[in-house]
């Protein structure tokens, strides 16, 4: 989880962001899934894929997640983060099937950071990725799943996304 804070935080100061916002997404960033507190472990330790019905129930972590850090001003990014983490850039997301720019950046970010993280750890339901079968993946999610002009940025800062890989194993 720390990585996914670190990959953000890489990310954000590269656009240019404020000093506060770049270190309040390396913390927020990673209480992405929170929410899944509210998920039981038979859907969430599942090794094999979801049921329809089980996926519905997954989906709702986003919610709880929000649910839960909102209510706290100091912690609205966590729970924007927590919300649109899964939105995609085309709309085609959840939960609110936000599109491009109307998602917040944060979670745009987090996406990014979260998906390469995910893809490259150890899962109950898959083994890990390496990174560059992780890059091509997340390629073909150029406009649909992803900012491209963010997905750019990460690609731009691959070397330094394997870095911070290597140096915090699982």
């Not at 506060?20 to 330790?45: N, Q, R, S, W």
């Not at 983490?85 to 970010?109: F, K, Q």
Request: aromatic fraction near 8%.
């Amino acid at each position: 989880m720390q990585r996914v804070g670190l990959y953000a935080n890489l990310m954000a100061r590269e656009l240019g962001m404020p000093e506060t916002y770049c270190k309040d997404l390396e913390i927020f960033a990673p209480m992405h899934d929170i929410g899944k507190v509210g998920i039981p472990d038979a859907i969430l330790l599942a090794p094999r894929k979801l049921t329809p019905e089980e996926f519905t129930i997954l989906k709702n972590h986003t919610i709880l997640g929000h649910t839960i850090l909102s209510r706290s001003p100091e912690l609205e990014m966590a729970g924007l983060i927590c919300r649109h983490h899964h939105e995609r850039y085309d709309g085609s997301g959840y939960p609110d099937g936000l599109s491009g720019r109307a998602i917040p950046l944060a979670a745009r970010l987090t996406s990014l950071a979260d998906v390469y993280d995910a893809l490259r750890s150890r899962r109950p339901y898959e083994e890990p990725w390496t990174h560059e079968d992780t890059i091509e993946e997340m390629v073909k999610g150029r406009g649909t799943q992803f900012d491209p002009e963010l997905l750019d940025l990460f690609l731009d800062l691959e070397n330094n996304i394997q870095e911070i890989f290597s140096l915090l194993p699982d």
